[in-house]
């Protein structure tokens, strides 16, 4: 399994942006994609995951304020940030679980400036 991200950038805070990941490879009918994030000096931490079936969960820091969504047809995640703040700043990673086995994607730098 591969995984493309894409959307990461520099936004002031306030702003918004979209991050996609796009999943390759042998991707089962039931999975769970989601995003994480290291910010520097902190451990990676799970933002936002949404599983085949549609149930979703999100870290409390982020909810009302990002949406995560799947195109199963397409086997691709994205990750709507809105009304972002500058701890938001971090390496967001896309993430499949499936059949007991994790993948990750490359990571996209997203930094918001205050």
């Known amino acids: 399994v591969q995984l493309q991200a894409s959307g990461g950038g520099l936004v002031q805070a306030g702003g918004s942006l979209r991050l996609s990941c796009a999943a390759s490879?042998?991707?089962?009918?039931?999975?769970?994609m989601g995003w994480y994030r290291q910010a520097p000096g902190k451990q990676r931490e799970l933002v936002a995951s949404m599983t085949s079936g549609g149930t979703t969960n999100y870290a409390d820091s982020v909810k009302g304020r990002f949406t995560i969504a799947r195109d199963n047809a397409k086997n691709t995640v994205y990750l709507q940030m809105n009304s972002l703040k500058p701890e938001d700043t971090a390496v967001y990673y896309c993430?499949?679980?499936?059949?007991?086995?994790?993948?990750w994607g490359q990571g996209t730098l997203v930094t918001v400036s205050s």
């Open positions: 993430n499949v679980y499936q059949s007991f086995a994790e993948y």
């Open positions: 490879g042998r991707i089962f009918s039931s999975n769970r």
